[in-house]
């Protein structure tokens, strides 16, 4: 009797995540397929689950100009997602010694003007240094299309004047990871393109992820689009300037290596992965709902890790539930149309 009840609930099982899976897909499609045309700029959305994919699907195309119909293999440009990378290469630093989350950016950078502040390597990755976002500043337009060196791009912001006192507000900042960047580069005698590529990419089989580069021929590449009264192409920027905060291109594989990397400990140790998943907290103590290169948020009363990237014609958007370990990621080609919200609706439809 007891067998036959065994086979009964391998069979049911079976069919149940048969079920399970049908009905998913066919909803997930509905909303991607509601927010992105067939005949438009498209995307890519990939969902796991305890590490297995569940919903791997394109929709929309390419290249519009070469009618290329958009693949779930193809390479887009992740944005600032990117500092997902810069903080846990980073941290490896950290536990191999050679830096310390208290350590004043003055160590590694002298010259740098601080007024008289302690601004760390953890005020730096949780966004809270005070240092003014060089994004945000007119004369970025002077410096868009060149090629800097990484001390050439933390001289155009390092003397103006911080925004605040090092820990006492939350203040989204690329400058700040570009900052550490150039600390991993003067740290470890590498680029950050070469450590990037060797302790992460290598390591994890991340085999279509790169430091992006407009002269290398990148297999899968899609074009990307915005929209100026009508679709028209990116603009150009040289992709020495979002650096270590936001010039990494990847496809939704290797994401999912990545975020599969981060959750069995490949890269960092448990303990200081702790750290990078903390909601963090300012001098007075109040929480700022970011760790080190994650947003800590609450989806539908689930805590969630999750960050977005915008670049010059692509958006994108991880979201990762650690208690069922869902992982959804969006990729989209175009700046005009963001999967932000879609991956998170995508993220509360698998959880509920």
């Not at 390419?62 to 941290?91: C, D, H, R, W, Y």
Request: aromatic letters at 12%; proline letters at 3%; glycine letters at 8%.
């Amino acid at each position: 009797m007891k067998s036959i009840f065994k086979v009964y609930m391998v069979f049911f099982l079976i069919f149940y995540s048969a079920a399970f899976s049908q009905n998913l897909e066919s909803k997930v499609d509905k909303l991607v397929n509601e927010k992105f045309k067939a005949d438009g700029p498209g995307a890519v959305f990939l969902v796991s689950k305890k590490g297995k994919v569940v919903y791997r699907k394109a929709v929309g195309k390419a290249n519009l100009e070469m009618n290329i119909k958009m693949q779930p293999e193809f390479v887009f440009e992740i944005g600032s997602m990117t500092k997902q990378f810069t903080a846990i290469s980073i941290l490896m630093l950290v536990e191999q010694g050679k830096i310390k989350l208290n350590d004043d950016i003055t160590k590694f950078i002298p010259d740098y003007l601080t007024n008289g502040n302690v601004i760390t390597i953890h005020h730096l990755l949780t966004h809270t240094s005070g240092i003014k976002d060089f994004t945000s500043m007119k004369a970025i337009k002077n410096i868009a299309r060149e090629d800097l060196s990484p001390k050439e791009l933390v001289d155009f912001f390092k003397n103006e004047p911080i925004d605040f006192k090092p820990g006492e507000q939350f203040k989204y900042c690329n400058s700040g990871y570009v900052v550490l960047g150039y600390i991993l580069e003067i740290v470890s005698g590498q680029t950050y393109e070469d450590f990037i590529r060797e302790h992460i990419f290598e390591k994890i089989g991340m085999n279509n992820s790169y430091y992006a580069s407009h002269d290398k021929i990148i297999k899968n590449r899609v074009s990307g689009y915005r929209n100026k009264d009508g679709l028209v192409n990116a603009n150009y920027i040289s992709f020495s300037i979002p650096y270590a905060s936001g010039s990494i291109i990847s496809n939704v594989d290797d994401m999912l290596k990545w975020q599969n990397a981060i959750d069995s400990n490949k890269l960092i140790s448990s303990k200081i992965a702790e750290k990078v998943f903390t909601n963090h907290t300012l001098n007075d103590g109040s929480k700022i709902d970011y760790g080190y290169g994650w947003h800590i948020k609450d989806l539908n009363g689930k805590l969630v890790r999750e960050h977005g990237g915008s670049i010059f014609g692509f958006k994108s958007m991880g979201v990762y539930e650690p208690n069922e370990q869902v992982y959804v990621i969006g990729l989209s080609n175009c700046d005009c149309n963001s999967p932000t919200a879609l991956t998170r609706d995508i993220a509360a439809l698998v959880l509920q």
